[in-house]
């Protein structure tokens, strides 16, 4: 049986996530030139946005919003490929309505490529530690027994990351779909985002491989 109101909260839930990635990059770029006030606003808006939609939406279909956590609750055999193949289309999906939302809000075109070029060995070792980072913040937050943190952890973690991050921690293959279609503050050039979706990939099954060892094999002893 197809739960189809899950997949629509994640579409939903992405999209919302998108628009505050998005908008409030543009609303950053349009208040200040100081590039380190915009990346302060953009961080902010987005941890903001990630608590309220997970405490919201996690109750309906876990809140994920993310292929790369779908993939590594399959192989934790928490949910099935099926679902999670289906959650990521819904999440690529809601992601990209979100982001052309955004561009409509600010009377940017619908769809603007981004010409904002994210590449080079740094940048993609900076996604797979932001992956593989978010990733043990969520299911360490679990085994913890503090499910009801998740939303403020998770939170905590992607405002940092875009920080202490060269790539800005987009950690997302949805989202990284989505924010090609903005030529805004938060855009990546859609010629970068092959690459990057690999590295969260790998770093989805490194974090699964360090989540087994740290937290599973804990759970069983």
């Known amino acids: 049986m197809i739960h189809w109101r899950r997949y629509f909260a994640e579409l939903v839930g992405t999209a919302a996530l998108l628009c505050a990635v998005i908008g409030s990059g543009i609303m950053a770029t349009n208040l200040t030139d100081d590039i380190a006030l915009q990346l302060l606003c953009n961080a902010v808006a987005t941890g903001g946005a990630l608590v309220a939609l997970i405490l919201i939406f996690a109750p309906v279909s876990g809140a994920s919003f993310n292929p790369a ?113 903005s030529n805004s503050f938060a855009g990546i050039d859609p010629n970068s985002v092959p690459a990057f979706i690999a590295m969260q990939i790998i770093g989805a099954f490194l974090g699964y491989s360090i989540i087994r060892w740290i937290f599973v094999q804990e759970s069983k002893s």
């Open 69 to 181: 956590v779908g993939i590594v609750g399959a192989l934790l055999g928490e949910v099935s490929w099926k679902q999670t193949a289906l959650y990521a289309v819904a999440q690529t999906v809601g992601g990209c309505l979100g982001a052309m939302t955004a561009n409509i809000m600010f009377e940017h075109p619908v769809v603007e490529l981004s010409t904002k070029a994210r590449e080079g060995s740094n940048i993609y070792i900076s996604e797979i530690v932001a992956t593989v980072g978010l990733l043990l913040v969520i299911w360490g937050t679990i085994r913890a027994n503090r499910s009801n943190l998740v939303p403020f952890t998770v939170a905590a973690w992607i405002t940092g990351a875009y920080f202490f991050t060269s790539s800005t921690s987009l950690a997302n293959p949805a989202v990284s779909i989505a924010r090609s279609l």
